[in-house]
């Protein structure tokens, strides 16, 4: 069987690891598992990390189990967090869970001998009543045990409930029945779930005398200190509703040659050989952005499909690139809506094109993109104002003639600063 720890070491996906987890890895065909809570209604790219070590826990052979926590989303996880998290009502949580299922079926194989499945904590914890939990589980878990663990230590100053102190025994009753009833034998998570994934450990050496492994990655951080996964617009989510296939093409496409070099090993399934070369040709030619393009193009097709990337592509083309108007007047419908998505977008009724050209970009627009007519004009004359890749040299241009699909227009001023125009 293929290696799977040494996988994820050079690819510096491990934080910590139980003892002989590595030799039984390479000696048994194994089940594993990565809870998620359904605490929103899309994954997001620092999800990435562990459904990244799912697919090469699937890779080198074994079998990757999902565990969507209907039952944990309903408490909230006080691991990394200062303060308590908002309830979430029960119909949302089923929402939520509803929607998350598709996005990991983007990156794992469900058939086959070791096929991925997606198992439901509250399947198991809904007619648990609390008295049988107490006594069956509880009494195996000391307070000062729980009370060692990060999660809980973090909070003491700032107060936890017990709704949230007890989450690390819920946690491990999940990895106690996926271990009796899945033979699940290792967990995997963040490094901030160490504390949780040992509990199960312990509840099933406890309740059983049985053996179990866990393996966590490290907290992934950007080499400027930044938080990863967050831009000026919040999370970048899997979710085309929520981020653009733009937006998150373009994510990738940003991050500084550090951390490309550190990312593409981390989201992408290229192999090592692959990924040297990729950074030596980098490192010759580094303003033509080999890796970052190269991880952009991988999990863009992954997340979004091979259709959407190609616009995304084309579509910083046209912002970024040496974008002439022939290749504007051949730009797909498609393409023309991403640009939506892409730059500050202003809305014109129909109506408003039977005015002159300076009254619609200034009064029919809200003053949007020009404070003045007097503004605009001198952007003509300078010879700064381009409309649909074109340069508008006098103020008489009729907009209405020029409409691309009849609805759409890309107004640039200089030579970064577009406003995409819808006419309805």
């Known amino acids: 069987m293929k290696n799977f720890v040494e996988e994820l070491k050079w690819r510096g996906l491990i934080h910590d690891i139980t003892p002989s987890t590595e030799e039984f890895l390479l000696n048994n065909s194994s089940s594993g598992y990565i809870g998620f809570d359904p605490t929103a209604d899309s994954l997001h790219i620092g999800n990435l990390v562990q459904i990244m070590t799912l697919v090469h826990f699937q890779k080198c052979g074994h079998?990757?189990?999902?565990?969507?926590?209907?039952?944990?989303?309903?408490?909230?996880?006080?691991?990394?967090?200062?303060?308590?998290?908002?309830?979430?009502?029960?119909?949302?949580?089923?929402?939520?869970?509803n929607k998350i299922r598709s996005q990991f079926e983007k990156f794992l194989d469900f058939s086959g001998n070791n096929s991925a499945s997606i198992v439901n904590n509250k399947t198991w914890f809904e007619n648990f009543n609390l008295l049988e939990f107490l006594r069956n589980v509880g009494k195996h878990i000391s307070v000062n045990?729980?009370?060692?663990?990060?999660?809980?230590?973090?909070?003491?100053?700032?107060?936890?409930?017990?709704?949230?102190?007890?989450?690390?025994?819920?946690?491990?009753?999940?990895?106690?029945?996926?271990?009796?009833n899945k033979d699940v034998k290792i967990q995997f998570g963040g490094s901030d779930q160490w504390g949780n994934i040992l509990?199960?450990?312990?509840?099933?050496?406890?309740?059983?005398?049985?053996?179990?492994?866990?393996?966590?990655?490290?907290?992934?951080?950007?080499?400027?200190?930044?938080?990863?996964?967050?831009?000026e617009d919040g999370n970048v989510w899997l979710d085309e509703n929520k981020t653009s296939p733009y937006k998150f093409y373009q994510f990738w496409i940003n991050v500084s040659d550090e951390d490309a070099k550190v990312f593409i090993k981390?989201?992408?399934?290229k192999s090592n050989n692959e990924?040297?070369?990729?950074?030596?040709?980098?490192?010759?030619?580094?303003?033509?952005?080999?890796?970052?393009?190269?991880?952009?193009?991988?999990?863009?097709?992954?997340?979004?499909?091979?259709?959407?990337?190609?616009?995304?592509?084309?579509?910083?083309s046209v912002l970024f690139g040496k974008f002439l108007k022939e290749d504007f007047d051949n730009l797909e419908e498609k393409v023309m809506e991403s640009l939506s998505t892409a730059v500050p977008c202003v809305i014109i009724?129909?109506?408003n094109l039977l005015n002159d050209f300076k009254t619609?970009?200034?009064?029919?627009?809200?003053?949007?993109?020009?404070?003045?007519?007097?503004?605009?004009?001198?952007m003509i004359k300078n010879n700064g104002l381009s409309i649909n890749k074109n340069k508008i040299n006098n103020e008489d241009y009729i907009i209405s003639d020029n409409l691309k699909f009849n609805k759409y227009l890309l107004l640039q001023k200089g030579k970064k600063n577009y406003t995409f125009i819808i006419v309805e």
């Open 63 to 97: 079998k990757p189990i999902i565990l969507i926590g209907g039952a944990t989303g309903m408490i909230g996880d006080p691991s990394g967090k200062s303060k308590e998290r908002k309830f979430l009502d029960e119909k949302t949580l089923i929402d939520n869970q």
């Open 145 to 180: 045990y729980m009370m060692a663990k990060d999660s809980v230590k973090n909070r003491l100053e700032t107060g936890i409930s017990f709704t949230e102190f007890s989450y690390q025994l819920i946690q491990g009753y999940d990895f106690y029945w996926l271990w009796k």
């Open 199 to 231: 509990t199960g450990n312990e509840l099933i050496r406890r309740l059983e005398g049985g053996e179990s492994y866990a393996l966590t990655t490290p907290l992934i951080t950007k080499s400027d200190g930044g938080k990863f996964g967050k831009t």
């Open 266 to 269: 981390i989201f992408t399934q």
């Open 275 to 316: 990924i040297k070369k990729l950074i030596v040709n980098h490192d010759k030619e580094p303003h033509l952005r080999i890796i970052q393009n190269a991880l952009a193009e991988e999990i863009t097709e992954i997340v979004h499909d091979k259709e959407k990337l190609n616009i995304a592509k084309s579509t910083s």
């Open 349 to 351: 009724k129909r109506d």
């Open 360 to 378: 619609i970009l200034t009064e029919s627009t809200n003053f949007e993109i020009f404070k003045s007519k007097s503004e605009l004009v001198r």
